[in-house]
C-alpha cells in the first residue's frame, strides 16, 4: 500500500527543542537581552537525551531550550519594555549626536523603566517557597554591598543591597534567629531559622579587592536586580509578622541615647540615621510597643501519632532552644577597633548581649571602654597596655565557639596570646563510626554539665606511662635472669626441674557463649543469602569497613600530633 514518505526529524523529540539562536530570533531579542530574560524568568537550557536526532543529524555543539518554555516567553511584558528601551537608547544617540540638549533631557526624563514585582509572585507563589529560596539572594546582595563604587555595577545597586542587608540582619537580631556560624577562608557562614526553615548565607569578610577580569559583571547584575526584588518583599513581610516598622526606625529610646553631640563630623546628617541602623547596637521601633503586646504562652498538645515520650523530647528541646537564644543575655561586650566590628555586633546582639566600641570607629557606639558594667573586651592582639581587673581580655573565637557550642565556654583557652583551640564547623554532624576530634569531645561534656579537666589527666597519663615502663623494664629484667638460670643449667647437662601444678576449673561466660552463637546465626544467614541479596550485603559491608578505617586512620594521625606535642612539652620542661 502506497502512502504518505514520513520526513525525518518532523516528529518526536526534534519537535520539542529548539536552539538558542532560533529562538532568540523567535523573540526579536539581542543575546544579552536574551539572556537576561532568561535569568529573571527562570528559564534553562536542556541538554537532549538524543541530542543528534534534535540537532536533526548535525554533530555541531548547540544549546537548546524547550519550545514551551520559549512560548511562555512570547507573552512576557518586559519583552515589550526591552524593546522600548532599545527605542530609547537609539534616540538618545541621535539627540547627543545633534547636540539637542532639550531633547535629551526629555528623553532621560521618559526613560522606560520596569518592575520585577509579576515575576516575583510567578516564581515564588507562596512566602515560604520565597524563604526556601532566599539563600542565593542573600550570599548575592551580602557580595555586592561590600563592592567598592567603581564602574563594575551601579552606585545604586550597591546601596540598595546593603540597606536590604542590613534590614536583614536587623531581622533575626530581633527576631534571635540565628542558630550557627562558622568562620572560613570564603567569609563567614551563618544559619537562621525564619518560619520553621533553615536559611544558610555567606558575608564575604571586609577586604578591599580587585574585581576579576574573568568575571561577567552583566550576568550577576542581572541575577543580583531579581534577588534585591524579592529580598524587599521579604524583608516587608517578616517585619510586619514582628510588628516592626518598615522601613526600619530606631526606638525613640534608643534613638536618644545615640544622640552624640560631634556625629556631623562622621556622617552627614542624611547618612547620620542610616549609619545608626547599620551599627546594629539598638533596637527597632514597633508598630505597637512591647507594654501593649499581650505575651500569652499556647498550651501544648500532642501532635496525632505522637506519643509522650516524644512531645517530651520535643520540648526538651524547645527549653534548649529558649536557654540558646539567651546564652550572652546580662554581659557587656566591648569590641576594639582591630576586630571585625559588624560580624561580632551582629552575632552578641542576636544572643542577648550588649556591645559597643569606641566612637571613632564608627556611629552607634553605646558606652566607653571606661565603664565599669563591661564584662568582655574582645581583642585581637597579644597584650593591651591598659587592663580592667573586673572584666575578661578574650580573643573573636570565643564569642564564635560559644554560639555553635550553644553554652558559655570557658574563657581561659581565649586569653590574650594563648594558642587557639580548632574552630569546629556546627555544620558538620558525626554519625556513628564516624571520627569525632578530643575537642568536640570536651564541648560535647560541658553540654551535658560535666567538667573536663584535661591538663591533671595529662600530667596522670605522662606519670602512668612512666610507671607503666619502669614495671615493664623490670619484667624484662627478670626474665632475662630466668632465661640465664636455664642456659646455665642445660651446659652444665643439669636437667630442669619438673613441676607438677593443680589444674583450674575453667569457668564458661555465659555472655561470651551468646555473642558466639550469635555470630555462628549471623553466618549462616550469610551463606543462605540470594546472590543479588549478598551483593548488596558486601557492598553495604564494605561501606562500613572503609568509614571505620577513615575513623582509625584520622585518630592515628591525631595521636600522633598529640604525642609530639608532649615530647615538646616535656624538652620545654627539661
Known amino acids: 500500500m502506497g502512502g504518505l514518505q514520513k520526513k525525518k526529524f518532523e516528529r518526536g523529540s526534534a519537535t520539542n527543542y529548539i536552539t538558542r539562536n532560533r529562538a532568540r530570533k523567535k523573540l526579536m531579542l539581542s543575546l544579552p537581552d536574551f539572556r537576561r530574560l532568561c535569568i529573571l524568568k527562570g528559564i534553562y537550557p536542556h541538554e537532549p537525551k538524543h541530542k543528534k536526532k534534535v540537532n536533526k543529524g548535525s554533530t555541531a555543539p548547540r544549546t537548546f531550550y524547550l519550545l ?16 522600548e528601551y532599545k527605542i530609547f537608547v537609539r534616540k538618545l544617540k541621535r539627540a547627543y549626536g545633534k547636540t539637542e540638549w532639550s531633547a535629551v533631557e526629555r528623553l532621560k526624563e521618559n526613560k522606560p523603566t520596569y518592575k520585577l514585582d509579576h515575576i516575583v509572585k510567578e516564581r515564588y507563589p507562596t512566602f515560604i ?12 546582595c551580602f557580595l555586592f554591598s561590600t563592592f567598592a563604587r567603581t564602574g563594575k555595577c551601579h552606585v545604586q545597586t550597591i546601596q540598595l543591597c546593603r540597606r536590604l542587608t542590613v534590614e536583614w540582619m536587623n ?37 578591599s579587592h580587585d574585581h576579576p577580569t574573568d568575571v561577567d559583571y552583566r550576568v550577576m547584575a542581572t541575577f543580583t536586580e531579581l534577588y534585591t526584588t524579592l529580598l524587599g518583599f521579604v524583608n516587608f513581610r517578616l517585619y510586619q509578622s514582628l510588628n516592626l516598622v518598615y522601613p526600619p526606625k530606631l526606638d525613640s529610646k534608643a534613638e536618644l541615647e545615640l544622640k552624640e553631640e560631634n556625629e556631623d563630623d562622621y556622617a552627614m546628617s542624611s547618612e547620620s540615621y542610616y549609619e545608626k541602623l547599620s551599627a546594629l547596637s539598638s533596637s527597632l521601633a514597633r508598630v505597637v510597643s512591647t507594654e501593649e503586646e499581650e505575651e500569652a ?13 516524644k512531645m517530651e523530647a520535643r520540648e526538651k528541646e524547645q527549653k534548649q532552644l529558649e536557654a540558646q537564644k539567651k546564652i550572652f543575655e546580662g554581659l557587656k561586650f566591648f569590641i576594639n577597633r582591630e576586630v571585625p566590628r559588624e ?11 550588649q556591645v559597643s566600641w569606641d566612637k571613632s570607629v564608627c556611629i552607634g557606639s553605646t558606652y566607653d571602654v571606661t565603664d565599669e558594667t563591661i564584662t568582655h573586651q ?33 574563657v581561659e583557652d581565649y586569653f590574650l596570646g594563648v594558642t587557639l583551640p580548632p574552630h569546629l564547623s556546627p555544620f558538620v554532624e558525626e554519625k556513628e563510626g564516624d571520627y569525632v576530634p578530643p575537642e568536640k569531645l570536651k564541648i560535647m561534656a560541658l553540654q551535658r554539665g560535666e567538667q573536663p579537666e584535661e591538663e591533671e589527666e595529662e600530667e596522670e597519663e605522662d606519670d602512668d606511662d612512666d610507671d607503666d615502663e619502669e614495671e615493664e623494664d623490670e619484667e624484662e629484667e627478670a626474665e632475662e635472669k630466668n632465661l640465664k638460670k636455664m642456659e646455665k643449667q642445660k651446659s652444665q647437662g643439669k636437667s630442669l626441674e619438673v613441676k607438677v601444678t593443680p589444674g583450674k576449673l575453667k569457668v564458661e561466660n555465659p555472655a561470651r557463649l551468646e555473642q558466639e552463637e550469635k555470630a555462628e546465626e549471623k553466618r549462616l544467614a550469610i551463606m543462605m543469602m540470594k546472590k543479588k541479596e549478598k551483593y548488596l ?12 578505617r577513615e575513623a582509625n586512620k584520622l585518630a592515628a594521625k591525631r595521636k600522633a600530633h598529640d604525642d609530639a606535642e608532649k615530647a615538646k612539652k616535656k624538652k620545654a620542661r627539661k
Open 343 to 353: 560580624s561580632l555586633a551582629f552575632v552578641i546582639r542576636c544572643f542577648g548581649g
Open 297 to 309: 504562652k499556647l498550651d501544648q498538645f500532642p501532635v496525632e501519632g505522637e506519643d509522650m515520650d
Open 537 to 548: 550485603y558486601d557492598k553495604i559491608m564494605f561501606g562500613k569497613k572503609r568509614k571505620v
Open 129 to 140: 517557597d520565597a524563604l526556601r529560596d532566599i539563600d542565593d539572594a542573600l550570599c548575592m
Open 378 to 410: 574582645v581583642v585581637d592582639r597579644p597584650n593591651v597596655d591598659k587592663q580592667y581587673m573586673n572584666r575578661y581580655y578574650i580573643q573573636p573565637q570565643w564569642v564564635y565557639d560559644c554560639v555553635n557550642a550553644k553554652i558559655l565556654l570557658p
Open 171 to 207: 531581622y533575626v537580631i530581633t527576631s534571635r534567629a540565628l542558630r550557627k556560624v562558622f568562620l572560613s577562608i570564603k567569609g563567614i557562614y551563618y544559619q537562621a531559622e525564619v518560619m520553621g526553615q533553615l536559611i544558610t548565607w555567606l558575608v564575604p569578610y571586609q577586604f
Open 68 to 83: 514551551k518554555d520559549i512560548r511562555f516567553l512570547l507573552h512576557e511584558p518586559i519583552v515589550s519594555k526591552f524593546r
